[in-house]
């Protein structure tokens, strides 16, 4: 029990501090609501359940092992969230004609529960460091007569659980700031700053050592 919630503890400092989960989160929030930064939340935590079951199956390992694909996972993922960023400038710099002035828009449809979903699960898959961290983290917590299959994939989809709610809190939090967050002066803000990180966080990504 003690391991148990010493794993909670860090799990939460872990989860709390802002990255590219965070970023991609509030962005979509921001363009389909609710829903959008639910799904996107999903897709996140359901991207690190598959990390967690690959470490317990040995896969990580491997991959780790392995520099050549190691890089190219690293890589696709930087360009991902570059690209996600890229799109958030875009949007900041040179919005839809239908944005002018101070008014609400009244729909916020561009983005579709699949496309943030998608988003989600393919910006965590392309972080390998996901995959180290799981790899460093998880076994530290399992007694060492305990380091079985199923006791590393249930810390893993705790610490997956963990993440959804945290994230959906922020998706919550955006849509209920609603029409002010929405505000087309307010968004673009928002977007232009998303978009920079996005971007400084995919080329830092890039640029790490293991």
Not at 103 to 123: D, K, N
Request: contains cysteine.
């Amino acid at each position: 029990m003690t391991l148990f919630l010493a794993f909670l503890g860090v799990s939460f400092i872990v989860i709390a501090t802002p990255g590219p989960d965070t970023a991609i989160t509030i962005r979509n929030s921001l363009l389909g609501g609710r829903a959008a930064g639910l799904m996107t939340a999903l897709g996140i935590a359901c991207g690190q359940a598959i990390w967690a079951l690959a470490t317990s199956a040995g896969v990580v390992t491997l991959l780790t092992a392995s520099e050549p694909v190691f890089m190219a996972v690293k890589y696709a993922g930087a360009a991902y969230l570059v690209f996600l960023g890229i799109q958030a400038l875009r949007e900041a710099l040179w919005p839809g004609a239908s944005e002018h002035g101070d008014a609400v828009p009244q729909a916020h449809t561009r983005l579709s529960a699949f496309s943030a979903f998608r988003q989600g699960i393919i910006s965590d898959l392309g972080n390998p460091k996901m995959a180290v961290f799981f790899a460093s983290l998880l076994p530290q917590f399992v007694p060492a007569s305990g380091a079985t299959f199923s006791a590393l994939l249930f810390l893993g989809i705790v610490f997956s659980v963990l993440t959804f709610v945290w994230l959906a809190f922020y998706a919550t939090l955006i849509a209920k700031a609603g029409d002010f967050l929405r505000r087309p002066k307010v968004r673009r803000a928002i977007e232009g700053v998303t978009g920079m990180l996005l971007i400084g966080l995919g080329v830092r990504i890039a640029a790490e050592h293991r």
